[in-house]
């Protein structure tokens, strides 16, 4: 006899409303988790044979929310070596998009690495035509933002924003005035490693020029300033909440 056919349906598990136990364990293998995936260095994958400093999981994610959110322009700051625009470009292609029909990925990181110049320019990985626009500087830069929004004005569409540079809170707080303003209405935006928070009592974020207190400058503390400032973004639990991220509390919603 065949087996039943496999569904992916969750009716037969409990509510996690109904069990607030069970999410307090799931958030503790989360910690526990990212603990150990810091220091295995899980997070070094490859996507199509390029580097990309993600979790297997938030890629998945990452892939589930880009399809929901169908975006003509996906913006990326923290290029590092190409690895998440590419990702990104292959996601759109394998959407349907073809660079002739406009939109694609914006990346931009305040250092350009050798291995990003290659993917992107120099021999270009073939997806790399969906990246539209490399940019090199300062993320929060007005000349920076001014550049991306004459690409994205001349051919307008639905944005998306994915901000994984610096995890300074101040930065990430100033990034998500200005990159806020970018996504459209019913857009996402997503602030990757709010996890970063707590890393920081640990040996794998000890306190450096960069990070010198990331217990309490982080991308999570940008993140609740921001959103109890604001009432036109609110966090999807959705995409994330149920597994283990780097970002699971952190994927927000434009009103609109
Ligand atoms: C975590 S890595 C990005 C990983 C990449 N998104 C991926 O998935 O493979 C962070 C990057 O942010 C860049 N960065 C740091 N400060 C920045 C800033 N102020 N503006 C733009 N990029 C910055 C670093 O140079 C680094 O390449």
Redesign the pocket.
Known sequence: MLPSPVTNSTDWRTPPEARPDLNFVVRDLQRTFLRVADNLRWYEQTWLGVP???LPEDLVALQRIVFDADPKWIV??????G??AIFFASLLAMMGRTPGQGGGVIT????ETAEARELLQDQPHRFAPLVRQRLVG??KAPWMLAAMRATIAADPGPVLVFL???HDGD?VYAELQVYSKLVTPGGILIVADTTFEDLADTPVVVPSEKYPDAKRSNPRVALKRFLAERNDFAVVPDYTSKGISNFPDSVLRKAG
């Open positions: 990309i400093w993600q990326e700051t923290g290029t590092k070596f690895g998440s931009v990181d305040i250092h300062d993320a994984d540079d610096w930065h």
